[in-house]
């Protein structure tokens, strides 16, 4: 694994303090706050360390209750809400300075075979015509890339992106993993889909924007050293708050996850702190 891989890696891995009971160290990545999909990847992970690994994740639903310090370890603290027949259910609570941050519950679920559809993959350029310098975004030091798959939409019309994204670099074959990440890279780009119409972006000092609940469901395995792409659209914002939702495509036009947020989208006014 490349080295930044390698260490995001092992951010997610976590330190087991007694049983139930797990430690997750931070990452700076130049926000206000914790990145809240590191908090979701950690959770995800917590929670899968303590099922059989036979159960996979399958959804994951959470709410970000406070701010997070990236210089500070996080603390997840697991309840074995269920292990049924069928299905596993896990209540974790991510713990900074003695209180709550966050609190998520995940479910976990076999194999079985059924009925099965999916709506299609919108139809897009592939990431091999798209990767020019002009659409490749990278952060320094991190392992995921992103390519837009088309252009955003202008002020005044539908909240609408598409991205294309991956981990690069070698994963090992572990379903569970590669689960993990994906709840780590599906709070990228969500929210900021509500602020498209508007003409807004996430770094104007006029916008508090904060994520306030999150959820993702796992329809299949899938390797997020892949391309993926992320179709994501806005149907409502207001009263100071964004909606957004999301559907996740390999590059074989498999849907492998769907997500949805509400999120702050506040503009402070002079009266505001």
Not at 163 to 180: I, N, Q, T
Not at 181 to 198: E, K, Q, W
Not at 219 to 241: C, E, I, K, T
Request: charged share 20%; glycine share 8%; net charge negative.
């Amino acid at each position: 694994m490349s080295n930044p891989l390698d260490a995001l890696v092992g951010l997610l891995a976590l330190e087991p303090l007694e049983k139930n009971l797990f430690r997750g160290a931070s990452q700076d990545l130049g926000l206000p706050q914790l990145f809240g999909g590191q908090v979701l990847g950690q959770a995800l992970s917590a929670a899968s360390q303590t099922v059989a690994p036979e159960r996979r994740a399958h959804s994951l639903h959470g709410y970000f209750l406070r701010p997070g310090d990236p210089h500070q370890p996080v603390v997840y603290q697991v309840d074995a809400v269920r292990d049924g027949g069928s299905f596993t259910t896990r209540r974790v609570t991510a713990i900074q300075k003695g209180r709550p941050i966050f609190f998520c519950s995940a479910s976990f679920h076999g194999e079985e075979s059924s009925i099965a559809h999916q709506t299609a993959m919108p139809g897009v350029q592939p990431p091999e015509a798209l990767a020019d310098s002009a659409r490749l975004v990278r952060f320094d030091s991190h392992p995921i890339e992103f390519l837009l798959a088309g252009e955003e939409s202008q002020a005044g019309q539908p909240a609408h992106k598409r991205v294309w994204f991956r981990l690069a670099g070698k994963l090992p074959e572990d379903p569970a993993l590669h689960r993990h990440l994906l709840a780590y890279s599906s709070d990228f780009n969500l929210l900021t889909t509500a602020l498209v119409p508007h003409g807004l972006d996430y770094r104007d000092p006029k916008l508090q924007i904060a994520s306030l609940d999150h959820a993702l469901w796992f329809h299949h395995d899938v390797r997020v050293n892949d391309w993926l792409l992320y179709d994501m659209d806005s149907p409502w914002a207001g009263g100071a708050r964004g909606f957004t939702r999301g559907s996740i495509y390999d590059p074989h036009g498999r849907l492998v996850a769907s997500s949805a947020q509400e999120g702050l989208t506040r503009l402070r006014t002079a009266t505001q702190d």
